[in-house]
């Protein structure tokens, strides 16, 4: 869980990204993941609709020119990201903050697996009780959410 979070911040923080430029998975040093995780994960969120982009080694398989058995022995054959999309976005604006972030994961601990759609609207609930907690604190308001 805590992969997809930190690939989502760093692509909606690299400034080659947003249509001008694209980044490659050999960008993402600082998520600690290994490259084949890290391709993983970008290959979900691609299938979700999170991010757009291109995999390279799926491009390569399709071009006789290319070796892929070289590619994928050597891990060079990139995810191009080209762009985070509105759900991307709006995944990550529901798990941005760190308190609704700890308290989703606390929440689904002893869940087992998940899918992404299952954490966000968790993540959403959250967020509404810690929003509905400052809101009422500094205007005394309950929104009733």
């Given at each position: 869980?805590?992969?997809?979070r930190v690939?989502?911040m760093d692509?909606?923080?690299?400034?080659?990204?947003?249509?001008k430029?694209?980044?490659?998975?050999?960008?993402?040093?600082a998520?600690?993941?290994?490259?084949?995780?890290?391709?993983?994960?970008l290959?979900?969120?691609?299938?979700?609709?999170?991010?757009e982009?291109?995999?390279?080694?799926?491009?390569?398989?399709?071009?006789?020119?290319m070796?892929v058995?070289?590619?994928?022995?050597?891990?060079c054959?990139p995810?191009?990201?080209?762009?985070?999309?509105?759900?991307?976005?709006d995944?990550l604006?529901?798990?941005?903050d760190?308190?609704?972030?700890?308290?989703?994961?606390?929440?689904l601990?002893?869940?087992?697996g998940?899918?992404i759609?299952?954490?966000?609207?968790?993540?959403?609930?959250?967020g509404?009780t810690?929003?509905n907690?400052?809101?009422?604190?500094?205007?005394?308001?309950?929104?009733?959410l």
């Open positions: 869980m805590d992969l997809i690939i989502l692509i909606e923080g690299n400034e080659n990204i947003n249509g430029f694209t980044i490659s998975d050999a960008d993402f040093g998520t600690g993941a290994d490259r084949t995780a890290l391709q993983y994960h290959r979900l969120l691609m299938d979700a609709g999170y991010i982009g291109k995999d390279l080694l799926q491009s390569a398989k399709n071009d006789p020119r070796d058995h070289k590619m994928l022995v050597e891990e054959a995810i191009m990201i080209t762009r985070m999309t509105w759900d991307g976005h995944f604006d529901t798990v941005r760190s308190k609704v972030w700890e308290k989703t994961k606390e929440a601990k002893g869940v087992g998940v899918g759609d299952t954490i966000k609207d968790v993540a959403k609930e959250i509404k810690v929003i907690h400052q809101v009422k604190k500094h205007t005394g308001i309950d929104l009733g």
